[in-house]
């Protein structure tokens, strides 16, 4: 079964500096990879997806994440820390794009001024 | 992700008494999917349907819970005989189709707390 890990509950970043939050997934098959991006008291927002095509995906708002399967990792970057960016971070894996998504337990994003 | 509603937004229920929950996906959407997520956790999945189908059930509780998608209506998500334990917000998701895009599109959630 498919399962990720995401290290470290709560990430602090000052702003303007670089946000890198990591992930390792594991699969039986080749995984779909997502991040999501959770406000609070609002639902998930998808922030880009990796379904076997570029390894570098590029989503919304400057992030970016990276597939690497020899590390089995997809780490999520982005170059500079904007206040906005606060929010809680989840990294999701599918098999084979059957819509089952496994979910980490979240990075908590804190942006300091 | 706008076009998914849930609603309650909040419910609170003493223990023992019943909770239901309600999702209507976004338009044109025919696949649901529930997700449970407990305080210092991520989602966990507990059941995907279709209309009038339940397709994959595998993370829902044994006992207590259910859920439906009627052919008319929201889908529901049902929690009889609530517990302390059953704290949580539900997330409901929906999707065009099952297939390659994987994207699902999230509600707001419902968050149930229980005395």
């Known amino acids: 079964a498919q399962s990720v890990t995401q290290l470290g509950s709560h990430v602090s970043v000052s702003e303007g500096a670089l946000v890198l939050l990591r992930c390792n997934y594991s699969?039986?098959?080749?995984?779909?990879l997502f991040w999501y991006v959770q406000y609070p008291n609002q639902g998930l927002q998808l922030l880009l997806k990796?379904?076997?095509?570029?390894?570098l995906v590029k989503g919304i708002n400057g992030f970016e994440a990276e597939f690497k399967k020899s590390e089995t990792s997809f780490h999520l970057t982005k170059p500079s820390a904007h206040m906005s960016d606060a929010a809680e971070y989840f990294c999701?894996?599918?098999?084979?794009?059957?819509?089952?998504?496994?979910f980490g337990k979240g990075n908590q994003v804190v942006v300091i001024p | 992700n706008a076009g998914v509603m849930q609603n309650p937004r909040h419910l609170v229920r003493r223990r023992g008494q019943e909770a239901r929950l309600r999702c209507s996906p976004m338009?044109?959407?025919?696949?649901v999917y529930w997700y449970r997520q407990l305080p210092e956790e991520g989602l966990k999945f507990m059941v995907y349907?279709?209309?009038?189908?339940?397709?994959?059930e595998s993370g829902m509780p044994k006992e207590r819970f259910s859920a439906e998608f009627p052919k008319e209506g929201p889908s529901i998500l049902r929690i009889q005989q609530v517990v302390r334990g059953d704290s949580a917000a539900y997330f409901c998701?929906?999707?065009?189709?099952?297939?390659?895009?994987?994207?699902?599109?999230f509600g707001e959630g419902s968050r149930l707390t229980v005395l």
């Open positions: 338009k044109g959407h025919s696949h």
């Open positions: 999701a894996v599918s098999e084979g794009g059957n819509n089952r998504l496994a």
């Open positions: 349907l279709q209309k009038e189908n339940i397709i994959d």
């Open positions: 990796y379904t076997s095509a570029a390894t």
């Open positions: 699969s039986s098959v080749p995984p779909y």
């Open positions: 998701a929906s999707s065009l189709g099952q297939g390659n895009t994987g994207e699902l599109f």
